[in-house]
């Protein structure tokens, strides 16, 4: 079992800026993939960002351009750094662990983003 510990969110005004943290209570190098998604109101879970041990980042096309995703290996931490929030970036945003066992995928509590417009 793996626990996925998240802080970060809050309620920003839209055009403005929040980060979010995960870290894990294993060693993040263990980590095959690591990844942010988020559930808004009424709404299915998405993707929103991804970055894997080997690779480079990926991204929702919603969010391009405007949130980067990444890993601190010495911090054992992982962030996604969201600037230019919009309004439908409202949602509960989940940091998600996937390791290289099968079914070894958990998922933090969840952390709340809210953008006022």
């Known amino acids: 079992q793996v626990q996925l510990v998240e802080s970060g969110g809050g309620l920003v005004q839209a055009g403005g800026s929040l980060r979010l943290s995960c870290t894990p209570s294993?060693?993040?190098?263990?980590?095959?993939?690591m990844g942010w998604y988020r559930q808004g109101p009424g709404m299915q879970r998405e993707l929103v960002a991804t970055?894997?041990?080997?690779?480079?980042?990926t991204y929702a096309n919603s969010v391009r351009d405007r949130f980067t995703i990444s890993r601190d290996n010495a911090n054992n931490t992982m962030y996604l750094q969201m600037n230019r929030l919009k309004p439908e970036d409202t949602a509960v945003y989940y940091c998600?662990?996937?390791?290289?066992?099968?079914?070894?995928?958990?998922w933090g509590q969840g952390t709340q983003v809210t953008v006022s417009s």
């Open positions: 998600n662990f996937e390791g290289y066992l099968k079914g070894h995928n958990f």
């Open positions: 970055i894997a041990d080997f690779g480079g980042p």
């Open positions: 294993v060693s993040i190098f263990t980590a095959k993939v």
